[in-house]
């Protein structure tokens, strides 16, 4: 049992994609550790997703701060992935948040992972 903050388990039970992904595979996913019951050998690599010549690393975390809320994404093997959908630029994925045309490489701020900070996304076309 470990304890966690209210925070850091809403965070948690976003990262399952569906009721068969337990707490401990998106842990296990997150530290780059194997599924419990699976080796290394087996588990592909996850992929990154690339836009513009920009790649930003599968694991990846998005937000984007919208009229008073946090509004999260993440890279998930070779998608952006928001909420349920999949988006296929940074711009799509600031509309789908706004209703409206934004610059979503000014909209979204990334962490890397195993970064701890945050940074706008683009300061990463360089």
């Not at 010549?53 to 919208?66: C, D, K, M, S």
């Not at 993440?74 to 998608?79: A, F, K, L, N, V």
């Not at 296929?88 to 701890?116: D, K």
């Amino acid at each position: 049992m470990i304890d966690i903050s209210f925070d850091t388990y809403k965070q948690l039970t976003l990262r399952r994609a569906d009721e068969t992904v337990t707490y401990d595979d998106v842990i296990r996913d997150l530290l780059e550790l194997p599924r419990a019951g699976t080796t290394t050998s087996t588990q592909p690599a996850k992929k990154g997703w690339t836009y513009k010549n920009v790649t930003f690393p599968h694991g990846t975390e998005l937000r984007a701060a919208y009229k008073g809320a946090i509004h999260n994404a993440r890279i998930d093997d070779g998608e952006w992935v928001q909420g349920n959908e999949t988006m296929n630029s940074p711009s799509e994925a600031a509309h789908a948040v706004t209703g409206t045309s934004v610059n979503g490489w000014t909209f979204w701020e990334a962490r890397l992972p195993g970064e701890s900070d945050w940074t706008l996304i683009k300061w990463m076309r360089r």
